[in-house]
């Protein structure tokens, strides 16, 4: 399993690596404007356009194992 990264299955059976979608979550989190953070479905939407069509609720379980706080928490 170390060797093997998780993967996810889109709608049409495209397989995405979890790791290039967790990487792009990353990206726009820290490309952000720090006084008005990103919510999930902003990042979802986001992700969409960069070819990673995922769930909100997935975008707010990749964001906790990246130890990323929700917006508000963010918020500077």
């Keep these: 399993r170390h060797f093997f990264s998780d993967s996810y299955v ?3 059976g495209e397989e995405l690596s979890t790791r290039q979608i967790k990487a792009a979550l990353r990206d726009l989190v820290d ?4 006084t ?7 990042i979802r ?4 356009e960069r070819g990673f069509p995922i769930a909100r609720r997935t975008v ?7 130890g990323i706080p929700i917006a508000r928490l963010r918020k500077k």
């Excluded at 707010?60 to 990246?66: F, I």
Aim: glycine share 0%.
């Design 31 to 34: 490309a952000e404007d720090p």
């Design 60 to 66: 707010a379980k990749y964001r906790e194992k990246l």
């Design 36 to 42: 008005r953070p990103l919510s999930d479905d902003d």
């Design 10 to 12: 889109t709608q049409s």
């Design 45 to 48: 939407s986001a992700l969409a």
